[in-house]
């Protein structure tokens, strides 16, 4: 007699099967931007369920320690082609997938197709290259976005914020954001030494009174994310999650990070 979690585990498998037997092609004439955001993210997890719809193509991921989780848009109008039935969903190495796009060239175009429990990636420049990654199983349960209210949101120079978060990193391993109606500030603060960026005129605020600390480590990863976008914008509350967006008229890239909470600055 088969047991009710055997019997579920088999309904999974079925209807994994059955996704992967989906059509679904597309085409990229300028890729690069999927490619930067693919090595942005492949920091932080190494495997992601890639979806694939009418609308286009989107990552939902949460790194392993749950500390920060990642949205990523990419919709139908940045594909030249784009075919598929329904919703299809391709479990993805994202490590392996960072390696093939990184064989990608100025002038490439990037085709990708899924053919039973493979994605068949094509890279057509001077010749043709195809590449077939093995589609996986990603384990654990997706969880949804949450639904956050902040306090503070600045929009600045992806520049500027990039630079700040370096400067912290040199004297720090945490920084804390802090706001008022009219000033942001960036600070780190270590056992001897500390930095302060302040910022007025040359940014956007919308702001209450408020401050938090967030880690280095991850902030370090997810800035990366200001390569793609000549704006970051800032949304934060006090002892609260942080959430960087990142983004342009083609590409949705935001982070949700957790706040560092400690007994003393």
Do not use: H, W
Not at 38 to 60: A, F, N
Not at 84 to 97: H, K, P
């Amino acid at each position: 007699m088969i047991g009710q979690e055997s019997l579920l585990e088999q309904v999974k498998e079925v209807m994994y099967s059955l996704k992967n037997k989906e059509k679904m092609k597309l085409r990229l004439e300028n890729p690069k931007i999927f490619a930067d955001v693919i090595g942005i993210i492949s920091d932080l997890v190494l495997e992601v369920r890639m979806k694939v719809s009418g609308e286009g193509l989107s990552i939902s991921a949460i790194d392993p320690a749950n500390v920060a989780m990642i949205l990523f848009k990419l919709p139908s109008s940045a594909f030249s082609t784009l075919e598929v039935e329904g919703e299809r969903v391709l479990g993805v190495s994202l490590d392996n997938l960072k390696a093939v796009l990184r064989r990608v060239k100025v002038g490439s175009v990037v085709g990708m197709e899924s053919v039973d429990n493979e994605l068949k990636i094509t890279i057509q420049d001077k010749i043709k290259r195809e590449f077939s990654l093995a589609l996986i199983d990603v384990e654990g349960e997706e969880k949804p976005i949450p639904n956050l209210d902040f306090v503070s949101k600045v929009e600045m120079s992806s520049v500027d914020f990039s630079e700040a978060i370096e400067d912290c990193s040199v004297v720090a391993d945490s920084c804390s954001f802090v706001s008022s109606a009219d000033k942001f500030v960036i600070r780190g603060k270590g056992s001897l030494n500390s930095f302060q960026s302040e910022f007025t005129d040359e940014v956007k605020i919308t702001a209450e009174e408020a401050a938090s600390k967030y880690s280095l480590e991850y902030l370090q990863k997810i800035v990366k994310g200001t390569k793609i976008s000549d704006k970051t914008i800032i949304n934060f509350s006090n002892d609260y999650p942080l959430k960087l967006e990142f983004n342009t008229p083609l590409v949705e890239l935001f982070f949700i990070l957790a706040p560092r909470v400690e007994t003393e600055d």
